[in-house]
């Protein structure tokens, strides 16, 4: 079996939309599907700054300009907890199945705004 394409993957996420632009629609869809797929907690990066935080929630910022947000903790200091817009996370592991899922929902969410 041939592996999806990035494309082909947030296609079929997004697939019962025509128009699969940034609105709350979709942002819900792709929460939803996040939610059911992602294996948390899961170590990330803020992409730009390289601290590395272990994801452990997801939420919907219900703005389409903010999308989804990412609850974490730094792993310097789990005391510290801060919320990020999840476009800015990639996962530590790129053989991960979280890797996938936060790079497809990074570029829908940046692609399509």
Known sequence: MKESTQTERIHSVLEAFEDISVKMETIEVFYNYLTEKMNMP????SVGEYE??????????NDELFGLLGKVKLLS?????SVIPLCDLKAVDNRSESFN???DYATWFVNHQ
Not at 42 to 45: E, P, S
């Open 42 to 45: 899961c170590d990330v990066v």
């Open 52 to 61: 590395r935080y272990q994801l452990f929630g997801l939420e919907n910022s």
């Open 77 to 81: 200091d789990e005391k510290k907890e």
């Open 101 to 103: 899922l936060l790079g």
